[in-house]
C-alpha cells in the first residue's frame, strides 16, 4: 500500500531552521506531484507549498514565500521542506500528501497523506 513518512520536525527557536522530509513507497513517486500542508492547534489544516512531478514548478503559500523551499529527489522517492527564518507563527503539525494529477493548492485534490510531523518554533 501508498506510505508517505515524514521526518524532520522538532522544536526551534524563532529563527531557526528545519529541514523535514518526506520518503514515498508503494506509488510510482515520479508520477506524483507533492505538496506540503500543516495544521496548527486550533485551526483548519493549510497549505504550505506544491512542487510538480517533474520538479519544474513550485507554488508556496504566501505566509512561506522566500523562507521556505520545497525540493524533490525522484530517485530517492523523497520530498523536502527547507523552512528557514522560522516564526512562532509556523507552528503545526506538517503533511506530506501526493496528488497524481497536478500541484494544487487543494488538500481535497491529493490522493495520499502521511502521518504528519510536529514542528514547533519557540520565541
Known amino acids: 500500500q501508498v506510505q508517505l513518512v515524514e521526518s524532520g520536525g522538532g522544536l526551534v527557536q524563532a529563527g531557526g531552521s528545519l529541514r523535514l522530509s518526506c520518503t514515498a513507497s508503494?506509488?510510482?513517486?515520479?508520477?506524483?506531484?507533492m505538496g506540503w500542508f500543516r495544521q496548527a492547534p486550533g485551526k483548519e489544516r493549510a497549505f504550505v507549498t506544491t512542487?510538480?512531478?517533474?520538479?519544474?514548478?513550485?507554488t508556496y503559500a504566501d505566509s512561506v514565500k522566500g523562507r521556505f523551499t520545497i525540493s524533490r529527489d525522484n530517485a530517492k522517492n523523497a520530498v523536502y521542506l527547507e523552512m528557514n527564518s522560522l516564526k512562532p507563527e509556523d507552528t503545526a503539525v506538517y503533511y506530506c500528501?501526493?496528488?497524481?494529477?497536478?500541484?494544487?493548492?487543494?488538500?481535497?485534490?491529493?490522493?495520499?497523506w502521511g502521518q504528519g510531523t510536529q514542528v514547533t518554533v519557540s520565541s
Open positions: 500528501a501526493a496528488n497524481q494529477l497536478l500541484t494544487s493548492r487543494l488538500g481535497r485534490e491529493y490522493d495520499y
Open positions: 508503494g506509488l510510482t513517486f515520479g508520477s506524483y506531484a
Open positions: 512542487i510538480s512531478a517533474n520538479g519544474f514548478i513550485t
